[in-house]
């Protein structure tokens, strides 16, 4: 199933031409070609109406290349877009009419944006995953930048999928024909009703070290595991839990754990079909447990604006995640953790150093003494100065001149974060003409709800 994007933002431009249209001609090139037999279908979002999370529909249902294609193509080239961007509860309900708790199921998810209507991609990635036969999602990133494709890239990365970056017209196509290549074929006729044998003939678990506890799905912990055979042959994707019961067919096999944090193990095994393998492998890996103390719990804050930015200060290897608490396995190593506020105007509130020794948890915490300013500009009169009236300027230290400390622009009566410290404001307001600027100090107290009010004389 195609989820396509027909959002508002799709008549932005690449190269001079609207992104509606380079995505409509190179869908209908990449849908020309696929194979007759090939089941595809189409829904798009937010191409009915403005503002409207719920503006998603199946254009054309899942049916043979053969018959679907020419209706695919018609549909997206009468796409007006023009609303949000429901991503997530898009490729939640192409799961859906792909039945795919009942068989194999892949969404292929062309986007220019990011989720807009306060979903969790990532959460519901998760949850395909587990309740899918063999559930995939891949991502096409239409334009977007680099933060923008890590929000979405989740979809892909969670249920075994491919997240593509396309900048042009050519990185479009090439994304659309891979991904849909690797689109489950039609199902093969019934086989012959194969011979008993053991239903599960291998089980394995990660452990952080050697003889310590197997990690399990109550750690949080997500493990893709594959196994390949060892005289060659392609490699074979296992369920992506920390531990696993699965179904090879007899033979060697070298099996593999790798964490989406760098932590990874390997191990020679064979099975048979009349005996249960039972294999534990040590990722040699240690846990880090951060978590951002707020000296004030009450400026409007959720978890997802608290960013932590994790490097090992050996490899060079670096994650980051959305949360306020983070629990991750990783190698043993020396760490450096920076916290990101998203909401804060270009600081950190801070960082940590971590040594992360195998088998243990190193835990630390950042306390952000964020404050919430909100700025008010008044006449000697007491009347206020709104958006259109004012502009403040508000620059860190005492001098309010262009010399690089240029924190933010608000107009009017506007609300930020900041950190403690010094700060200078420097208003602009006119009435008809533009008034002489005035300059104020301000000093903004650790974890605090503050009210600036700059009058004009």
Not at 37 to 61: F, Q
Not at 105 to 120: K, M, S
Request: aromatic share 6%; glycine share 8%; charged share 20%.
């Amino acid at each position: 199933m195609i989820v396509f994007d027909g959002s508002g933002s799709m008549w932005g431009q690449i190269s001079g031409t609207p992104k509606i249209v380079t995505a409509r001609d190179t869908l209908a090139r990449v849908v020309g070609q696929l194979p007759p037999a090939l089941e595809v279908g189409l829904i798009a979002y937010g191409h009915n109406r403005k503002g409207d999370c719920s503006d998603i529909e199946t254009l054309v249902p899942v049916g043979p290349a053969s018959t679907q294609s020419s209706k695919l193509v018609a549909s997206v080239a009468a796409l007006k877009p023009k609303g949000k961007t429901p991503l997530t509860e898009a490729v939640r309900r192409a799961a859906r009419e792909l039945q795919f708790q009942e068989d194999k199921a892949t969404v292929i998810l062309v986007t220019d944006g990011i989720e807009t209507c306060e979903a969790d991609p990532c959460a519901v990635a998760n949850e395909l995953e587990a309740l899918g036969i063999n559930f995939t999602t891949h991502v096409i990133g239409f334009g977007l930048n680099e933060e923008e494709g890590r929000q979405v890239a989740c979809l892909a990365e969670n249920t075994g999928g491919l997240y593509l970056q396309a900048d042009n017209e050519g990185d479009l196509a090439a994304a659309l024909q891979q991904t849909v290549s690797l689109s489950p074929a039609p199902a093969p006729a019934p086989a012959p009703e194969p011979a008993p044998f053991l239903a599960k003939n291998i089980k394995a678990t990660v452990s952080l070290e050697e003889g310590s506890a197997p990690i399990t799905d109550a750690d949080g912990i997500r493990v893709f595991w594959t196994a390949t055979p060892a005289g060659g042959g392609e490699e074979i994707r296992l369920t992506t839990r920390p531990d696993i019961t699965e179904r090879l067919e007899p033979g060697a096999y070298r099996l593999a754990a790798r964490t989406d944090k760098g932590s990874s193990a390997v191990a020679d095994v064979t099975v048979t079909d009349s005996e249960l393998t039972e294999v534990n492998l040590s990722l040699g890996a240690g846990k880090i447990d951060l978590y951002a103390v707020m000296a004030n719990q009450d400026l409007g804050l959720s978890d997802t604006d608290f960013f932590w930015q994790v490097e090992n200060k050996i490899t060079g290897e670096k994650f980051s995640a959305y949360t306020q608490a983070l629990e991750a396995v990783v190698p043993s190593g020396q760490y450096e953790a920076k916290l990101v506020i998203t909401r804060l105007e270009k600081m950190s509130p801070g960082s940590v150093e971590l040594n992360v020794v195998t088998g243990e948890t190193a835990q630390a915490e950042v306390i952000a003494q964020t404050s919430k300013v909100t700025l008010r500009a008044f006449n000697a009169d007491g009347t206020e100065l709104k958006a259109h009236d004012s502009r403040l300027n508000i620059y860190l230290g005492s001098s309010t001149t262009d010399n690089g400390a240029f924190v933010k622009m608000v107009l009017g009566g506007g609300a930020l974060f900041l950190l403690p410290g010094q700060y200078s404001v420097r208003a602009e307001a006119w009435d008809g003409s533009k008034r002489e600027p005035i300059s104020q100090s301000i000093t903004v107290s650790p974890g605090s709800k503050q009210t600036i009010n700059v009058t004009f004389p």
